[in-house]
């Protein structure tokens, strides 16, 4: 061969010496089969000794271990031993480049395990989540097969294989930390197994399903608790291509790519595979990476009345909005939350909607004791009145919930019930730093919370019963949810035509999505994704 390529690669047997992983792109495809060859052959050993071709360019060993070799991207994964081994590597001609291990923050809803009462526009039924009609997928279901024969990889923190809603539809999955053999893939996070139940999760008796129940996930776990490393998304880029799957879904990212990641979701692309990613989520006006790159579809976020969520980062490359606030998912089990609030006026009791508060003390035995009003929560309102040992009434409004718990604590109140002062219920949190404060705290709605300060003032003892339960789904926002619904959609548009490349699926997304507005700063790409409409599409194009 004319570009010659010759690196003996010695095995690192020293346990004292912490290698450093590398991505290593060859320009070379014949020097890079012969290299995959050998480490098929031998496994991470296949390089000792082993000699490609001649090398005239005089560099010696490169000290170091093959650690895995991405066939549909031409690229080695080495643990080297020193910048030195690196820079070997660098010099040498047939290499195209060298990359160091790098790490993306860990992919995080930006609220999440807190429970949110849902009213849905259209019941498939009790349970079904708000987003799934909002986006339309019922109307294409009949179109698509509901997503049958469609495959999805989801790379992200990994998946719980056995819930019940993503049990049926899991195929496989496969780990790219380096936290195992690559055999273990549960998510310790939530965060892959939410995301993997609104795309596919199987419709079950209580009307929960995904936006497309039956198509098959397929989940590399490429993000742990330390963040998501460019080596590991390019492995589950490589994996996906292998599989051949239709859509790879990545609800993860940040302010830049690496050329190796921007050179794996091309060859993705090249390959037939529709990139999916989200838009991120500090609200600026700049769309996050993978999502910007040209091929991959950037997904912004929107709450249930179709404004644009303010975290939703947005720009130029944003192509599509979907649900994003308060969208309830799969997690694994047992580690959702919803609140269970029971209030007692007289003989009479009834359970009203309630949400909890992220930071607040949980309560999974049930709780009971007497309310008193206390205002707005300010430390005047706490001055002349007797909450020690109870809970507190409080009014939202004025001052943070955070201030407001934090009066209660010091006058000595066992926890505290909040009251909207609009209709409905938010989603909050007391702290900002993932600690715990030490009572539980739970929101109800307006109207509740009014007439139980009149019945109080009427001379009545109202008492509340509180609890936090486990469940195995919660509601988390993000444009990281976002996505989930546009991946969901591509996979029933793959359904019903194979054939569609990326970005044909990018432009007829783009086509047929409801336009939202004001859009001065591209703030909602085309608009929010329309299944019903972008299936047609799908198949008008055959």
């Avoid at 060298?98 to 259209?122: D, T």
């Avoid at 009790?126 to 279901?141: C, L, S």
Wanted: proline share 4%; charged share 20%; hydrophobic share 40%.
């Amino acid at each position: 061969m004319k570009n010659v390529f010759a690196l003996i690669l010695t095995v690192l047997f020293a346990t004292a010496a912490q290698a450093e992983r590398v991505i290593v792109i060859m320009k070379d495809k014949q020097a890079f089969k012969s290299a995959h060859m050998a480490y098929k052959m031998k496994g991470s050993y296949a390089l000792k000794g082993f000699n490609w071709n001649q090398q005239p360019n005089g560099l010696g060993q490169v000290d170091g271990q093959v650690e895995d070799s991405l066939e549909n991207l031409n690229t080695l994964i080495i643990d080297t031993k020193s910048e030195s081994e690196i820079a070997k590597l660098k010099a040498n001609p047939a290499v195209a480049y060298v990359e160091k291990e790098i790490f993306h923050e860990a992919p995080r809803p930006v609220k999440g395990f807190l429970a949110k009462a849902q009213k849905s526009q259209q019941k498939v039924g009790q349970k079904t989540p708000w987003g799934i009609h909002a986006v339309k997928a019922p109307q294409a279901w009949a179109l698509a097969g509901q997503g049958q024969g469609a495959r999805v990889l989801v790379l992200d923190t990994g998946i719980d294989q056995g819930h019940p809603s993503l049990k049926t539809n899991f195929e496989k999955g496969q780990d790219f930390t380096g936290d195992s053999n690559g055999s273990d893939y549960t998510d310790h996070v939530g965060h892959g197994t939410h995301v993997a139940g609104t795309i596919a999760g199987a419709m079950d008796k209580t009307g929960f399903t995904g936006v497309a129940p039956k198509a098959k996930i397929l989940a590399g776990r490429v993000c742990s608790e330390n963040g998501c490393s460019n080596v590991s998304i390019a492995q589950g880029i490589n994996w996906g291509i292998q599989e051949k799957v239709d859509v790879i879904s990545m609800s993860l990212g940040g302010m830049w790519s690496t050329p190796a990641e921007r050179d794996a979701v091309a060859k993705a692309d090249k390959a037939g595979i529709t990139v999916v990613a989200a838009s991120g989520n500090n609200g600026s006006n700049r769309v996050s990476y993978p999502a910007a790159l040209s091929t991959v579809i950037a997904v912004g976020a929107t709450d249930i009345n179709n404004a644009k969520a303010d975290f939703s980062q947005y720009g130029p490359e944003l192509a599509i909005v979907a649900p994003g606030v308060a969208v309830v998912s799969s997690v694994p089990q047992g580690t959702g939350r919803e609140s269970s609030v029971t209030i007692a006026i007289g003989t009479k009791s009834a359970k009203v909607a309630s949400t909890t508060f992220q930071g607040a003390k949980e309560v999974l035995a049930p709780e009971i004791n007497v309310l008193v009003p206390a205002g707005l929560g300010k430390d005047t309102d706490f001055a002349n009145i007797d909450v020690k040992g109870k809970y507190a009434l409080i009014s939202r409004g004025e001052i943070t919930f955070a201030d407001k718990i934090k009066n209660a604590i010091k006058a000595g109140a066992a926890g505290a019930v909040i009251f909207n002062n609009a209709p409905g219920l938010i989603n909050g949190a007391l702290t900002d730093d993932g600690s715990v404060l030490p009572i539980s705290v739970f929101m109800i709605e307006q109207s509740v919370g009014q007439q139980i300060v009149k019945s109080i003032a009427a001379g009545e003892t109202v008492k509340a019963t509180l609890q936090t339960v486990a469940t195995d789904y919660s509601p988390f926002d993000g444009t990281s949810m976002a996505t989930p619904h546009v991946s969901g959609v591509v996979a029933l548009m793959k359904s019903a035509n194979k054939a569609l490349t990326g970005a044909q699926v990018k432009a007829l997304l783009k086509q047929t999505a409801t336009p939202l507005g004001p859009n001065t700063n591209n703030e909602y790409g085309a608009g929010l994704v329309n299944a019903e409409a972008a299936v047609a599409a799908a198949i008008s194009a055959k």
